[in-house]
């Protein structure tokens, strides 16, 4: 059936549930006595809603949807604000998932249990379901003061970077468990595809923050496991709805290769990606190594492209293959930097992240004590 959005237009939409509206709502909204949880055929999950009947075109209903053709409409992914272009590169984390596993994950998570959630200054609309505790289910407003303690001014842990507004503060899961499990709980609220890790000693924390003469507000984070035997230098990011198209994405990305980088070593993301966190990695390979081929002269391979960035050497060659900027010569693989078409690539890229100021990075590779 169709369903009036956001934006006065009608679009098709699944009924996933139906739930009764206490009585004083239900008068006040004309009577109707249940409001419907709808996902919208054409955008990605993060825009399910509850609507009221009154948004329903009743005059539209299909008994039966075709499987084949709402796949196909669902692979289209929609980034939250209407303005931003469906791009065909986005994925939405399936690879790891079988055809019955992700069944099984969207039959569990396939209504949100909680509306929105207020940081800070900022009410924010929540995207996907998150395995929060019992007592917080159909929670319709979750405050910051619900996971944190109301007297805490920044992240627990060690301030291991600042520069001008910006600190980064590296938080051990070990010893500070609860802040840990509860940025994962958080994060799985934008995140569709992404383990939630219970068992958080395994793993540091680096919150970014803007910070003013009230205290350090988070912006996002990344984490990573302290002793990853598949190099995997980040296991999740976010950066919260309100700050992104900012540059902080990419500013965390960059962190966590200079991170790699002082422990003189080559990383990657761990997989799956969300569609908003490949495409923002693909922005940062594309943006670092194409600089580093305008601004070579000589010939350079992407064993030293790795050294240099600390990037993996998959994600190099398959960078620059996205880009056709590489060609398989006598058994190996040859860059090919022409500068008309290095300048065509950088254009086309836009602007980069945040910088990150290495001057002002205060950090030494974690070292289990004991």
């Known amino acids: 059936m169709l369903c009036r959005w956001r934006d006065g237009k009608f679009h098709p939409v699944k009924?996933?549930?139906?739930?009764?509206?206490?009585?004083?709502?239900?008068?006040?909204?004309?009577?109707?006595?249940?409001?419907?949880?709808?996902?919208?055929?054409?955008?990605?999950?993060?825009?399910?809603?509850?609507?009221?009947?009154?948004?329903?075109?009743?005059?539209?209903?299909?008994?039966?949807?075709?499987?084949?053709?709402?796949?196909?409409?669902?692979?289209?992914?929609?980034?939250?604000?209407q303005k931003r272009k469906i791009d065909e590169t986005h994925v939405e984390g399936h690879e790891e998932l079988d055809a019955a596993s992700l069944r099984e994950h969207e039959e569990f998570t396939k209504v949100k249990n909680i509306a929105t959630i207020e940081l800070g200054r900022y009410e924010i609309e929540t995207w996907y379901f998150s395995p929060f505790p019992p007592e917080y289910n159909d929670c319709v407003k979750l405050f910051s003061a619900s996971f944190r303690k109301c007297d805490l001014k920044h992240p627990p842990g060690d301030e291991i970077y600042r520069c001008g507004t910006l600190s980064m503060f590296e938080v051990d899961g070990k010893k500070n468990k609860v802040y840990g499990q509860n940025l994962c709980y958080l994060a799985k609220l934008?995140?569709?595809?992404?383990?939630?890790?219970?068992?958080?000693?395994?793993?540091?924390?680096?919150?970014?923050?803007?910070c003013d003469d009230r205290g350090c507000h988070m912006v996002g984070y990344f984490s990573k496991e302290k002793h990853?035997?598949?190099?995997?230098?980040?296991?999740?990011?976010?950066?919260?709805?309100?700050?992104?198209?900012?540059?902080?994405?990419?500013?965390?990305?960059?962190?966590?290769?200079e991170l790699s980088k002082k422990e003189g070593?080559?990383?990657?993301?761990?997989?799956?990606?969300?569609?908003?966190?490949?495409?923002?990695?693909?922005?940062?390979?594309?943006?670092?190594?194409?600089?580093?081929?305008?601004?070579?002269?000589?010939n350079i391979s992407i064993k030293e492209l790795s050294d240099m960035?600390?990037?993996?050497?998959?994600?190099?060659?398959?960078?620059?293959?996205?880009?056709?900027?590489?060609?398989?010569?006598?058994?190996?693989?040859?860059?090919?930097?022409?500068?008309?078409?290095?300048?065509?690539?950088?254009?086309?890229?836009?602007?980069?992240?945040?910088?990150?100021?290495?001057?002002?990075?205060?950090?030494?590779?974690?070292?289990?004590?004991?």
């Open 15 to 81: 009924v996933i549930e139906r739930r009764k509206l206490p009585p004083t709502v239900s008068f006040c909204g004309g009577g109707h006595e249940y409001e419907y949880y709808v996902h919208y055929t054409e955008f990605n999950r993060r825009l399910d809603e509850w609507v009221k009947l009154d948004q329903l075109d009743l005059d539209t209903v299909e008994a039966d949807v075709d499987e084949k053709v709402e796949d196909k409409a669902t692979s289209l992914k929609m980034t939250r604000h």
């Open 190 to 210: 934008f995140l569709d595809h992404k383990t939630l890790y219970y068992d958080v000693d395994l793993f540091l924390f680096y919150v970014l923050c803007e």
């Open 228 to 257: 990853s035997e598949e190099s995997y230098n980040l296991a999740c990011i976010l950066t919260l709805p309100p700050y992104q198209r900012k540059g902080y994405g990419k500013f965390l990305i960059a962190f966590s290769y």
């Open 265 to 298: 070593k080559v990383g990657t993301p761990e997989r799956p990606l969300s569609d908003l966190g490949l495409l923002s990695y693909r922005g940062y390979w594309t943006r670092v190594l194409l600089d580093i081929l305008k601004k070579h002269k000589s």
């Open 309 to 370: 960035t600390a990037i993996k050497a998959d994600d190099i060659l398959s960078t620059l293959q996205s880009l056709d900027l590489i060609q398989y010569r006598k058994g190996q693989h040859a860059i090919c930097a022409d500068p008309k078409v290095l300048d065509r690539h950088l254009k086309a890229a836009g602007r980069g992240g945040l910088d990150v100021d290495v001057s002002k990075l205060i950090w030494t590779p974690f070292k289990e004590q004991g």
